[in-house]
């Protein structure tokens, strides 16, 4: 059985040159973070994020979300799925440090990490947290109307639970996005894609968990249906789309390609 993190998940750089525009309010229960599209823009619908295992209050998933609400345009959503048990930001700095840090630093920041790894983990296996996404779900569309327009972008941990939308029916979603997605079962997840809800996937080559072996079988299952479609970026690593340096010419490049890959796709499902 695979692994439920690899290294990548907890590594990248934290955005620090743009802050968020939203609010944090209480959407069906849940506590969301939620930005609007700028003020005279029509909006085309609602886009909820399913974050990657640093949670909802994540700063580069939430500055996502603003790029969402003003590109698409649309309404967009990052609920607290892990219901306060999301991993900290102090994950990103202090792993970043383990290479170079001496053993008894190593030793250290495991008996610091190690607690609130394992309560991650209780509280957000897949019997327990897809209800709360599901019903999530359910009470938007319900809100929302048949006509309503929901699109949902699914990040690692997330990105299961965007996949397995997709298999609902009837839909709850219009479309889906999922970036470097974590513990899918490839070809099961993959061959219940229903047609009607359009799937669009953004990978590296090479990932931790859909490697290129996986990575073929996904492209060939989606490559003749029309509605679904595969872009890998070569070179980018777990977490590129959510946690890339933007200092760093080609992880920009592939962090906005994933980001222009979404609002592409929101726009053509959602209009």
Known sequence: MQAPFCKDCFTGTLRGDVMPVGI???????????????????????????????????????????????????????????????????????????PTANI??????????????????????????????????????????????????????????????????????????????????VPADIEKVKDYTPLSIANGDDDEYLGRAKMETVMRLLRDRERHEVVVYEGAKHGFAVRGDIGDPKQKERGEGSEGQAVGWFRRWMA
């Open 24 to 98: 944090e309010q209480t959407v069906h229960n849940v506590s969301s973070y939620v930005s609007l599209p700028p003020d005279g823009a029509q909006s085309l619908g609602t886009v909820v994020i399913i974050s990657d295992a640093l949670g909802w209050d994540l700063r580069n998933t939430r500055v996502l979300a603003d790029a969402y609400a003003r590109r698409v345009p649309c309404k967009v959503l990052v609920p607290d799925f892990n219901i306060g048990t999301s991993l900290p930001e102090k994950f990103l700095t202090l792993t970043d440090a383990l």
């Open 104 to 185: 008894f630093t190593k030793i250290w920041t495991y008996v610091r990490l190690v607690p609130a790894l394992l309560r991650f983990l209780l509280y957000n296996r897949y019997a327990v947290a897809a209800p709360r996404v599901t019903s999530f779900f359910h009470a938007l569309r319900e809100e929302l109307g048949p006509s309503g327009k929901i699109g949902v972008a699914g990040f690692c941990w997330g990105g299961l639970y965007a996949i397995r939308l997709t298999h609902l029916s009837p839909p709850l979603v219009n479309g889906a996005f999922t970036a470097h997605s974590s513990l899918v079962s």
